[in-house]
């Protein structure tokens, strides 16, 4: 139990385009699922926190007009990259809390972006 | 403000030996829950353990233990008889009661040598 998938697994795109991910939560609720960013033999780095019915919040420094996320049910979380740079290139992880769990996070398989 | 601190950045092992991955962490709240996350290769993260700052037991699953001490803050991860598919970034993680968002170590490179 306790699956979370990632579509893409991997995209390449141009400087300048849009990319959607999605993430889902297969055989759970989450009211909350976490965006993450993760730059080669780095940690972590928490992007958003993505509730559902509600505004995402961003961590500072995360661009929220860059970075899009909508929670539109208790099973998908959705982040677009907007106007995409070379920059934004990266691994793109997602979480979900289960929810009334005791507060794991379980990780879908990440989606690594590609920007020329 | 919370911090964890894996102090260890790569470790290499050859196949059978023992290895314990070290973990301390930083928080100012008296409930709390500790995590140990696995990343092989491909990128996923696997959830490998909880534990929550009131349960000092130690916690054996197989091959794997783990070693909770609040008098040191530490929350330390051995594997035993290492095997090449325990290669893997291991990430130790924080989180505190009630609160969802997480704080992740800079994480551990494993590289067990056959």
């Known amino acids: 139990g306790a699956v979370v998938s990632q579509h893409p697994s991997w995209v390449i795109c141009k400087s300048g385009t849009s990319v959607k991910i999605e993430c889902r939560s297969l055989?759970?609720?989450?009211?909350?699922m976490f965006w993450y960013r993760q730059f080669p033999k780095q940690s972590l780095m928490l992007m958003a926190t993505s509730n559902e019915g509600s505004k995402a919040t961003y961590e500072q420094g995360v661009e929220k007009d860059k970075f899009l996320i909508n929670h539109a049910s208790l099973t998908l979380s959705t982040l677009t990259v907007t106007s995409a740079h070379p920059e934004d290139s990266s691994f793109y992880i997602c979480s979900a809390v289960l929810a009334g769990g005791a507060y794991e996070q379980y990780f879908g398989p990440g989606t690594r972006l590609t920007v020329t | 403000a919370q911090k964890v601190t894996q102090a260890q950045t790569e470790i290499s092992v050859v196949e059978k030996e023992d290895v314990t991955l070290d973990c301390v962490y930083e928080t100012r709240d008296t409930t709390y829950y500790l995590f140990w996350y696995k990343q092989p290769p491909s990128g996923e993260l696997v959830f490998l353990i909880r534990r929550n700052s009131f349960d000092e037991q130690n916690e054996i699953s197989g091959r794997y233990s783990w070693n909770f001490q609040k008098s040191t803050s530490s929350f330390n991860f051995t594997i035993t008889a290492s095997q090449v598919v325990d290669s893997a970034v291991y990430f130790c993680?924080?989180?505190?009661?009630?609160?969802?968002?997480?704080?992740f170590g800079t994480g551990t490179k494993l590289q067990v040598i056959p």
């Open positions: 055989d759970f609720q989450a009211t909350t």
């Open positions: 993680a924080l989180t505190k009661r009630g609160y969802q968002k997480v704080t």
